[in-house]
């Protein structure tokens, strides 16, 4: 005996230690319980009340939780499909669960404790990192942890531990209901018993577990699993993309029509379920010997289609490759190297340019004359046939995309790819009905119209980074076109595939420049013209009788003379000093400006300040118009004054006198000091628009687009073009897109909102286009399946329904009434036309349905009873075994109840 008394015994040991264990502090173990039942108790599992949200919809949620027992932590999760309501008080919900017929084989969930044993709602506890428990002793220990602590909280939920192998998927857990428990066991093999092979042997192995006379017979459901994955009777078109397939296989028409669809079969998997649903087990036979379960005439059929994940798309690809160009900063020359060649600006002087053009001889153009690029003096064109095989792109492949965007330059391609709005309509046409809503937002993006020059021009950069997958082909064509743009200004030719009107804020800022540039071919045109009209006139004056009389004549008539630049009689004014008709002048028109160059104008002008010096630098660069339209109505009407410019030029300024035809005076306005009006009336002459200096100067403004465009880096080019290949893209999801895919629609008009929303001159945010290319690749994933099921299913005398094919999209199994019907007939063809393709020959001991469908891959059975445990005078309890049979394994998943109060 231990001495505790405080006198030291003189024969104890200095070196004796004294240890006294305290029975009453908390273990680890316990710690572990009262952590879990906190977890269980806050997750509100004791409660006996259904939460009614989601009441409409059933989707599988979740919650977490971590605890820890002896420094390790556990994780604990609780899963439950929201919107499942019970004909049962909830406590009762697990048995329920069990006993339910209806969710037998159900896709409700993949998670195998709902597939083995139906249950909605249950709580799994495992190891942190998704570990097994595989120790037989802490299986024991961790259930005898979950039972106390359902039991503390009345917990009415059952709870799992994850057991074996983390691959196996194999799960053991509890249920406790006051004095009923329920055992759930797992068994998973490699071997298979004989008495694990058919119905029968599962029945007596039920039978056995119960240890209970069983009164009632035996409900067992039955699924046979057929699934075809390889042997397809087609094959998904594949495509290689490099330069030297482009060249081979190059087709113009195929600029016109984007990629679209998968690389790849988006479907890794058809599977046919046969089933044979709530059966007695007296009215079945299944053995070694004897079978009644033939799948070409189960009662049920359900086919699933299961799809690979992450599916490229050619078109959602492409438009990933072209948006991360926009992020580059790579030029052109250092892309095409030895082949760039440099803008010919007007501040380099091409003296064999201007020999051909003294010469009168058109100069070797470009492939609009014979296909030499451009520029083309002579200099330039050897030196460009010596370097030939540098090029980075087939002359041939070249010529042609340039006369798909220019198709005015060649005979043929102007026959069949000319711009009209006939294509147009032909174009829109192709669009399924379902989606014509969406036409109106096509029509009204602010990019470029459909099939205009920069819709084509999109269209072939688009084509080449999609099947060269290299940039330097695409910067060699680039510069080919700005050649073309340059070429056409200097000689006169209009761009095709343009309106007539000027540069429109309600399209991009590429459209606009092409727009301007437009604009500067005419001016130089009618310039040009007017030129050349005025020398002929002078000429002919030169040659009429010079006579005294003519001469006084025209003394007599020199204040006719003076007027110049008269364009018609004005209906109703007449001069206020004169009382002549009051004519109205040939005026400049209004400078046309995109939507760059206005907001640089604003800025300027918000720049100056506010003081006085300001003010007037300001308002004089705002008066330039004002004071030409001025020069242009005083050598209109010479006898005119400020009154009468006013009259005509701004009616709203002259306040009318009633009383007097031409009364009338200014209004405040004008009469203010130092008027910006009055004061450039006083300083201006009469000057006819003709001669007066060009507000608008064409030449200027054509170099300045035209150095632009030579400036402009791929990337750069590629981040003008998004709005309209964007355009263009959505315009061929719409020509892809089928009535009866109800989730398409609220993608479509997502896209159609989000593009109207891009800014065309504000691109330099690519998040928003990230965002719509997300949308697109959805579209084209789900397009693609729609294209892969049409393919299997359809045949010339059926087509899927659109209710079907929507089910096959969402991956949800499509219930058949065997094959006796249509689609039935269609499946078991699918299956053997692939079974032809493998051309394999069948093993001896195969039966009818394996010469159709192949092996079975899995064969699954749910018994379950109602009966007492463990004896006839305990409380009855649901009973239920899933048993699945493979190939080379057999799992057999048991939920058995019993009374723990009357044993």
Not at 348 to 367: P, Q
Not at 603 to 620: C, P, T
Not at 763 to 780: H, K, P, R, V, Y
């Amino acid at each position: 005996m231990v001495n505790l008394s405080p006198v030291r015994d003189s024969k104890m040991s200095m070196d004796e230690v004294f240890e006294i264990t305290d029975f009453t502090d908390v273990t680890d173990w316990e710690k572990f319980i009262s952590n879990i039942e906190e977890v269980l108790l806050s997750w509100g599992l004791h409660a006996l009340s259904l939460d009614e949200e989601n009441i409409n919809t059933k989707t599988w949620k979740r919650k977490s939780s971590t605890v820890c027992f002896a420094g390790y932590p556990f994780t604990i999760v609780y899963d439950w499909l929201a919107g499942v309501p019970s004909s049962t008080e909830l406590s009762l919900r697990p048995w329920e669960d069990l006993m339910k017929k209806e969710d037998d084989f159900s896709s409700l969930g993949l998670h195998p404790i709902f597939r083995h044993y139906g249950l909605t709602e249950f709580v799994t506890i495992f190891p942190e990192g998704g570990q097994s428990v595989l120790n037989e002793s802490r299986i024991k220990l961790l259930m005898s942890s979950i039972r106390i602590a359902l039991q503390n909280t009345k917990c009415h939920v059952p709870v799992f531990i994850r057991v074996y192998q983390k691959w196996q998927d194999c799960y053991a857990g509890v249920y406790l209901n006051n004095h009923m428990r329920t055992d759930f066991d797992v068994i998973h093999l490699k071997q298979i018993p004989s008495s694990c092979s058919y119905l029968s042997g599962f029945v007596d192995m039920f039978k056995a577990k119960i240890e209970s006379p069983i009164s009632e017979a035996v409900n067992v459901s039955i699924r046979f699993t057929y699934s075809l994955t390889d042997g397809m009777p087609w094959k998904w078109p594949e495509e290689e993309l490099n330069v030297d397939n482009l060249i081979s296989h190059f087709k113009i028409e195929d600029v016109m029509s984007f990629p679209f669809g998968a690389v790849i079969d988006p479907v890794e998997k058809v599977t046919l379920f046969c089933l044979w649903l709530h059966l007695t087990e007296d009215s079945v036979v299944e053995s070694e010997i004897y079978s009644d379960l033939n799948p070409l005439q189960a009662p049920v059929w359900k086919v699933q289609v299961s799809y690979k994940e992450a599916v490229v798309g050619r078109l959602s690809e492409s438009l990933q490759t072209f948006l991360k160009i926009c992020r580059q900063r790579d030029t052109v020359k250092k892309l095409l190297g030895t082949t760039y060649k440099p803008n010919p600006s007007s501040d380099e002087k091409d003296y064999g340019e201007a020999l051909l053009l003294l010469t009168d001889k058109l100069r070797v153009s470009t492939r609009i004359a014979n296909k030499i690029p451009i520029p083309a003096v002579t200099t330039m064109v050897q030196r460009h046939q010596q370097r030939r095989d540098e090029e980075p792109l087939d002359d041939t492949i070249v010529s042609s995309l340039i006369f798909f965007i220019f198709p005015d330059a060649d005979v043929t391609f102007k026959e069949k790819f000319c711009y009209s709005t006939e294509k147009v309509e032909q174009l829109l046409s192709t669009v399924d009905k379902m989606n014509v809503e969406h036409l109106d937002v096509l029509r009204s993006l602010r990019s470029s119209p459909i099939d205009s020059i920069t819709w084509r021009i999109s269209q072939v950069l688009f084509y080449l980074i999609h099947s060269t997958t290299d940039l330097a082909p695409m910067a060699y064509v680039w510069q080919e076109i700005v050649s073309e743009f340059r070429y056409r200004y200097l000689h006169g030719h209009l761009l095709p595939g343009l309106s007539d009107d000027g540069p429109s804020p309600a399209h991009s800022l590429f459209h606009q420049k092409l727009q301007m540039l437009n604009c500067c071919i005419k001016r130089r045109k009618q310039r040009e013209e007017e030129l050349l009209s005025e020398t002929e006139a002078s000429k002919m004056e030169s040659k009429s009788v010079d006579s005294d009389e003519e001469f006084y004549d025209a003394l007599e008539d020199q204040d006719l003379l003076k007027t110049e630049g008269r364009k018609e009689k004005h209906m109703n004014l007449k001069l206020l000093k004169t009382q002549e008709p009051l004519y109205v002048p040939l005026t400049q028109e209004m400078p046309p400006m995109t939507d760059d160059v206005i907001e640089e104008h604003t800025s300027n002008l918000l720049e100056l300040g506010e003081d006085a010096h300001s003010s007037q630098i300001r308002a004089k660069l705002m008066s330039i118009i004002l004071k030409a339209d001025m020069e242009a109505f005083k050598a209109a009407n010479p006898n005119s004054i400020f009154e009468d410019f006013i009259r005509w030029h701004s009616p709203t300024d002259w306040i009318s006198d009633a009383e007097s035809e031409y009364g009338g005076k200014l209004s405040p306005r004008m009469l203010i000091e130092n008027n910006t009006w009055i004061e450039t009336w006083r300083n201006c002459h009469a000057v006819p628009a003709r001669r007066q200096r060009r507000i608008f100067d064409d030449t200027k403004e054509a170099e300045k687009i035209l150095d632009f465009f030579y400036a402009l880096t791929p990337g750069e080019v590629f981040t003008l073009l998004l709005p309209t290949l964007f355009h263009a893209v959505f315009l061929r999801v719409l020509q892809e897109s089928p009535a009866g895919v109800s989730k398409l629609p609220s993608a479509l008009s997502k896209i159609a909102s989000d593009l109207s929303r891009v800014s065309p001159t504000s691109l330099e945010n690519l998040d928003c286009f990230e965002a719509i290319l997300q949308l697109f690749t959805w579209s084209e994933d789900a397009l693609s399946r729609v294209s892969s099921l049409y393919q299997k299913f359809n045949t010339p005398t059926y087509t899927l329904p659109c209710e079907s094919l929507q089910k096959l999209i969402d991956g949800a199994a499509l219930q058949i009434n065997g094959p006796n019907n249509d689609f039935g007939r269609v499946v078991k063809q699918l299956f053997q036309s692939a079974l032809m393709e493998q051309d394999g020959a069948m093993v001896p001991g195969s039966t009818p349905a394996d010469e159709v469908f192949g092996k079975c891959e899995e064969r699954e059975y749910i018994l379950r009873a109602h009966i007492s445990r463990p004896t006839l005078n305990s409380s009855p309890g649901p009973q239920r075994m899933h048993c699945s049979l493979k190939a080379n394994e057999v799992r057999i998943c048991g939920a058995f109840t019993e009374d723990t109060c009357f044993m």
